[in-house]
């Protein structure tokens, strides 16, 4: 820290907290601790009566707070997203399109164990809306060694560890099965409850068949909607392990790869995951998706519509987090549920 006349202060950074007083008017901080000096603000520290400033010395090696808040945003901003303006080291990031957030969780780690800079994100595989903030990234002291920044930016590499895969629109085909259902002797509530919640998405929706629980037919009914162009089947009804509900032999025999038959999920412990041709996802849902606020479904869902592929993994994951706690007033997703 020096002492230097405040007319040569340009491009220095101040140490201390300047406070201005205008009697009857205002009394507060004009310049905070870390503000780097401009060409504008010399008149007005000189209105203050600040002849003379104690700013920081400039060492070889050091960075001071915003310059290095430049280089932490850099690390994680990606396409899809916009960022605040640096301020005493801060800088937050936007969505500027809706899609699902992935981050790189293990360098998220690493970069805040390295100490004075931090990142804070949302979970990472979850929705994201045009406008929602998605992190803000600080450093911690005033300055900082330049070297540590270094590390950062080569630990995270080429691709920044932050991006938004958008949303994709689908076309999808509905197959409910269930001879209840089938031969009228209860009203389909099934396809509504999917049908709204496809609506947060941009799809279209081919259509709903409606079939017994005649395996041939549900594979049959797959097939067409393949032949349709779907990028998307959803099959209902007939996920439990009676004798009786057949759906997901049927979802095998159209040649589908399982990816897997049970979820670590409640509500939606008898979900099915498949893979047709490697690409095209063919989905079956338990009877809960009908009836609970949030299940499995909305999991997965997003995920799919940003053709972001899930796995064995990925499904077993979901167990840390996967217990709905069906609250009277649903926040989902700014829940615990499924992170």
Known sequence: MKKIKTTEAVGYVICHDITQIIKGEKKGIAFKKGHIVSSEDIPVLLSIGKDNLYVWEKEEGMLHE??????????????????????????????????????????????????????????????????????????????????????????????????????????????????????????????????????????????????????????????????????????????SVDPDDTTPTAIQNTGAKIVSYGAPVLPGAMFLLAYYNDTLPIIGLPGCVMYAKRTIFDLVLPRIMANDKITLEDLASFGHGGLCLSCDICSFPNCSFGK
């Open 66 to 239: 915003n310059e290095a808040a430049e280089i932490l945003c850099k690390v994680c901003k990606n396409d899809y997203m916009s960022t605040s303006d640096v301020k005493e080291g801060k800088i937050e990031l936007f969505a500027t399109e809706g899609g699902l957030l992935k981050i790189d969780i293990e360098k998220l780690r690493e970069i805040n164990s390295f100490g004075e800079m931090m990142i804070a994100t949302r979970h990472s595989n979850f929705p994201v809306r045009k406008g929602d903030k998605l992190a803000g990234t600080r450093i911690i002291p005033l300055v900082i060694e330049q070297r540590k920044m270094e590390e950062a930016v080569k630990l995270v590499g080429d691709k920044p560890m932050m991006e938004i895969l958008p949303f994709t629109n689908k076309k999808v085909g509905i197959v409910t099965t269930g001879n209840e259902v089938f031969y009228g002797r209860i009203k389909d509530t099934f396809g509504p409850v999917i049908r709204e919640k496809l609506e947060d998405y941009n799809v279209e929706v081919l259509g709903q068949k409606i079939l017994n629980d005649d395996p041939k037919l549900i594979t049959q009914a797959i097939k067409d909607f393949i032949k349709e162009g779907a990028e998307l089947i959803i099959c209902t009804g007939g996920m």
